[in-house]
């Protein structure tokens, strides 16, 4: 089945380790996205990236790093210089279509915590 | 300041009857508005897309209004179901060159039997 693909479902941190979250598409789709959700309010954006080897910066990418060397895959790195990186983390894809904007398509979700 | 505000911020109905969400935005210049379905724990599931010529947009119990001109939107949900209990978002898509999203804090709907 086409879609997109998050992983672990959880996972716990320690504190002042670097923990990778993994996201995977078969959607063929050119961009992808990272964003963080905390309760009470709205998806707030990390990073984005709009085809292979480029990404950019979102309205909170302090602490994050992400990359994107191939298009199925855009692994987000949540750093020890995070602060407060207890959230949930939602990855989308979308088409790129110049003049339009598309669909974004979200996976499930991980839930970081840290211990 | 958020530039997608949803009311209320949770409501709780009883199964069978019927709700309305409500969405404002000041993104501009507005492309087009969806709603979004998210079940706890999981990722957003996209209900309906209107562009600012779109006055309504149905999907099966849930209807979508849009105003351009006032820049507000609703999601009314018909005959509600305890399968409706989720937090639904209004998210905002600016004109630019590749769309850069804007999301609501999410109305949390609870059904209860």
């Known amino acids: 089945d086409g879609g997109i693909t998050q992983s672990p479902k959880y996972l716990f941190r320690k504190e002042g380790q670097n923990v990778t979250l993994s996201c995977e598409q078969n959607l063929n789709h050119d961009a992808m996205y990272w964003y963080r959700q905390d309760p009470g309010q709205g998806l707030r954006l990390i990073y984005y990236?709009?085809?292979?080897?480029?990404?950019q910066k979102g309205d909170i990418a302090e602490g994050y790093s992400v990359s994107r060397e191939k298009k199925e895959s855009f692994p987000l790195t949540v750093t020890s210089a995070q602060k407060n990186p207890t959230a949930f983390y939602l990855c989308?894809?979308?088409?790129?279509?110049?003049?339009?904007?598309?669909?974004?398509?979200f996976g499930q979700g991980t839930r970081l915590t840290v211990v | 300041k958020n530039q997608v505000e949803q009311s209320p911020q949770s409501l709780i109905i009883l199964e069978g009857k019927n709700c309305t969400l409500q969405c404002n935005y000041t993104v501009s210049p507005f492309s087009n508005l969806r709603w979004y379905k998210q079940d706890t724990g999981r990722g957003p599931v996209s209900l309906t897309i209107?562009?600012?010529?779109?006055n309504t947009k149905s999907n099966g119990r849930y209807t979508a209004t849009l105003d351009a001109d006032t820049k507000q939107s609703s999601l009314h949900i018909t005959a509600s179901q305890l399968s409706d209990s989720a937090s639904y978002i209004c998210v905002v898509s600016v004109t630019d060159s590749w769309g850069k999203l804007q999301f609501g804090a999410g109305t949390q709907v609870v059904v209860t039997p």
């Open positions: 990236s709009q085809i292979v080897n480029d990404f």
């Open positions: 989308a894809s979308s088409k790129v279509v110049p003049g339009m904007n598309t669909e974004a398509f």
């Open positions: 209107m562009t600012f010529s779109e």
